[in-house]
């Protein structure tokens, strides 16, 4: 298994602010991914987030809105940039140990005024 | 991936078995079938996967159609612990490194009543 925290696990920010959201495994691990779950939704992938290389994002999300920095194989972050009431969700962390079983974090839940 | 359709939503008796229908028509013959469920304010977690036969694990049993084109998760006996969203997710074998992410569709939501 994979332990994963993530910090914080809840903020309220006001609009055109921005917020990084750490990512924390308690091994080393090669891919991880974020994800976005808006209210009463599934979740959907950001991005995915290799150390050493620039992370990969899903169509409809680009980097300058959410830059992920992946400076080791334990950690990750996600930033929210210029924020607006449409990128409250809840943002999740997790990664892959093998092709089968994928571990998630608890989740940032971020409320944008 | 390919696509899975499962009920929005299925209510059961605590302490009973419960049987989660999904439905993936056109998976491939490299699609593993994956389950992962999601309790209130948490984030997913694996419940089982498998690709033809039937699985068992300590969470549940999976049973997966001849033809492949629906599967069934049984939980045993349903507990309280247990009321989350169920989600049905189909993931080519190489996974991650043939460009397959984890795809999650709308999953089903599990009420257990006491």
């Known amino acids: 298994s994979a332990v994963i925290s993530q910090k914080p696990s809840r903020d309220i920010c006001q609009r055109g602010t921005s917020l990084t959201i750490q990512c924390q495994v308690d091994s080393q691990v090669t891919m991880m991914f974020w994800y976005r779950q808006q209210p009463g939704q599934s979740l959907t992938l950001i991005a995915t987030a290799n150390q050493g290389s620039e992370a990969t994002y899903e169509s409809g999300f680009v980097i300058d809105k959410f830059p992920i920095s992946r400076p080791n194989l334990t950690f990750s972050t996600l930033t929210v940039s210029n924020m607006s009431p449409e990128d409250s969700s809840i943002y999740l962390c997790s990664v892959e140990r093998s092709y089968n079983e994928q571990f998630f974090g608890p989740g940032t839940r971020l409320t944008v005024l | 991936d390919a696509k899975t359709t499962q009920p929005n939503s299925m209510e059961s008796n605590e302490e009973e078995p419960v049987h989660l229908p999904c439905n993936h028509s056109?998976?491939?013959?490299?699609?593993?079938i994956h389950w992962y469920r999601q309790l209130p304010s948490q984030g997913p977690e694996y419940v089982i996967h498998?690709?033809?036969s039937n699985v068992n694990n300590r969470m549940a049993s999976l049973a997966i159609a001849e033809d492949r084109k629906s599967s069934t998760l049984i939980l045993h006996r349903a507990t309280l612990r247990d009321a989350a969203v169920y989600y049905c997710i189909l993931r080519d074998v190489r996974g991650y490194n043939a460009g397959n992410m984890l795809t999650f569709g709308g999953g089903t939501r599990l009420m257990v009543k006491p």
């Open positions: 056109t998976i491939s013959g490299t699609d593993y």
């Open positions: 498998g690709l033809t």
